[in-house]
C-alpha cells in the first residue's frame, strides 16, 4: 500500500503542536510513525516525547527535505525525549519515531523504510510535542540571570525561575 507521513504543516513559532501516535507492527512499515513538517524560518526545535508507559526506549530519527538522514535523537529517560532542542534551518523535515534503537545511521528515508522489513522493533503508544522558536514569538523561561535555571534566550518570564534555598547559619 501507499503510505504516506502525517503532515504537521507548517509550525507556527511558540505553538505547541501536539500528537498521539503508536507503533503497531514489530517490522515493517507500521513499526514507526511517520510525521512530515515545515519551518518557514530558521528555528530552535524542542521536542518532547511521552512512551504513555508502554514504549520503554523511544527513538526519533530526523531526516531533511530531501529525505536525508540527519540525526537520531534517543530517549533521555525510559519512556522519555524531554526537551530534546535542536536548531533547524527552514524548510521540510520528516520525522520516524520509534520504540528501540533502529540501528540506523545514513541514508534516505526510503532505505529506512526498507530496513525496518526485517529490524524487529517492540510496539508502543506516545504523546508527541513539537514547539518552534524562530524569534518572531515570545519564548517563555526563567529570565532572572540571578537564578539556577536562568535561560538566556527567554523573552518572557514564565515563572519557572529557582533559586537557592537560604539554610540560615
Known amino acids: 500500500s501507499c503510505e504516506h507521513p502525517t503532515d504537521l504543516g507548517s509550525l507556527e513559532c511558540g505553538v505547541d503542536t501536539m500528537m ?18 515545515d519551518l518557514d524560518n530558521d528555528s530552535e526545535m524542542i521536542i518532547n516525547l511521552d512512551g504513555l508507559s508502554s514504549m520503554y526506549d523511544p527513538y526519533i530519527l530526523l531526516f531533511d527535505s530531501t529525505q536525508t538522514y540527519i540525526q537520531t535523537i534517543a530517549y533521555t529517560q525510559s519512556y522519555y525525549i ?13 520525522m520516524a519515531v520509534t520504540e528501540d534503537n533502529p540501528g540506523f545511521y545514513g541514508g534516505t528515508l526510503q532505505d ?18 513539537l514547539v518552534s522558536y524562530d524569534g518572531t514569538c515570545d519564548y517563555p523561561g526563567c529570565t532572572d540571570s540571578n537564578a539556577f535555571n536562568f535561560n538566556p534566550s527567554a523573552t518572557i518570564d514564565d515563572g519557572s525561575c529557582e533559586y537557592p534555598t537560604d539554610l540560615g547559619s
Open 112 to 129: 529506512y523504510y526498507n530496513a525496518m522489513e526485517s529490524n524487529y522493533q517492540n510496539t508502543g503508544s506516545f504523546t508527541l510535542s
Open 82 to 94: 524531554n526537551d530534546y532542542s535542536v536548531n533547524l534551518s527552514a524548510g521540510e523535515y520528516y
Open 20 to 37: 498521539s501516535g503508536a507503533t503497531t507492527s514489530n517490522y515493517g512499515f507500521e513499526n514507526s510513525a511517520y510525521y512530515a513538517f
